[in-house]
């Protein structure tokens, strides 16, 4: 990998990362452990940590979603489907 890839990889990571709420960070880094356990084995090593970063903060997004109620009518459909 070039060093400005490189660079750039490190500034996406980082940008991803700004915007987790301390409250979520933990629960979406145990999850994000969880999804790239089976994946890193796929990927080369430079992307884990982008990966991984890339993960928590979809994750942190959509606790943060779910806390804001942005999701709720969703959730609704999808439990009636299920019953």
Do not use: W
Request: net charge negative.
């Amino acid at each position: 990998m070039s060093d400005d890839h490189e660079e750039e990889l490190r500034s996406l990571v980082s940008h991803l990362g700004a915007g987790i709420r301390d409250t979520h960070y933990q629960l979406a880094y145990d999850a994000a452990a969880n999804v790239c356990s089976g994946t890193f084995d796929m990927i080369p090593i430079d992307l884990h940590d982008a990966v991984h970063v890339a993960v928590i903060a979809g994750y942190a997004a959509a606790l943060s979603d779910l806390e804001e109620g942005k999701l709720d009518d969703q959730v609704r459909e999808r439990s009636e489907i299920i019953e």
